[in-house]
């Protein structure tokens, strides 16, 4: 189930390498985290090889994630979300998600904080993830969605290039 998700998050993304991305303006990718963005990476990355896709750049939201790409000899390079201030698309997973009102938990895996950093700065967000995960509401799965807690050093860069008419930060 989750390579079909994974393919459905491909197909999704192969109308954005139409745009004519070059060097001085490359497709930034923002990657994820979870056991779905697991599988969908390798089918990404041969997808990236097989049509020889020039000038992306990836961030990864998580030490998993970076890990992943790192693992699979990826020729792209990885950058820091400061380097590049708007991600093109984001393909990350979730951890539970309502039919009827559409509300989504994330954070299961620990690395809830950086993802919604380069969510925020994303012009598009690919969630992905399989139908156990799926209810009518939220909080009705028998797994606890833990809260964490992490110091992100370069959320002030990232900040300051939100539109803070649309975001309220407490001091």
Same mark, same amino acid.
């Given at each position: 189930m989750k390579?079909?998700?994974?393919?459905a998050a491909l197909d999704e993304l192969k109308g954005f390498f139409d745009q004519g991305f070059t060097e001085e303006r490359p497709f930034v990718f923002g990657l994820g985290t979870g056991s779905t963005v697991a599988e969908f990476w390798p089918i990404f990355h041969k997808?990236?090889?097989t049509t020889n896709q020039k000038n992306v750049v990836?961030?990864?939201?998580?030490?998993?994630?970076?890990?992943?790409?790192?693992?699979?000899s990826c020729r792209y390079p990885l950058v820091e979300p400061q380097q590049y201030p708007t991600v093109d698309c984001l393909v990350d997973g979730f951890d539970e998600i309502e039919l009827c009102q559409g509300g989504m938990l994330?954070? /299961?895996?620990?690395?809830?904080?950086? %993802? &919604? $950093?380069?969510?925020?700065?994303?012009?598009?967000?690919?969630?992905? /993830?399989?139908?156990?995960?799926?209810? %009518? &509401? $939220?909080?009705?799965?028998?797994?606890a969605i833990p809260v964490e807690a992490e110091h992100v050093r370069f959320a002030k860069?990232?900040?300051?290039?939100?539109?803070?008419?649309?975001l309220t930060w407490a001091t």
């Open positions: 390579k079909a998700v994974a393919h997808y990236l090889q990836i961030i990864p939201t998580s030490h998993q994630s970076k890990q992943l790409v790192l693992s699979s994330k954070g /299961g895996g620990g690395a809830h904080t950086l %993802e &919604k $950093l380069v969510a925020q700065c994303s012009k598009h967000t690919i969630y992905i /993830g399989t139908y156990e995960k799926v209810g %009518e &509401k $939220l909080g009705n799965r028998e797994v860069a990232i900040k300051a290039k939100w539109d803070l008419s649309l």
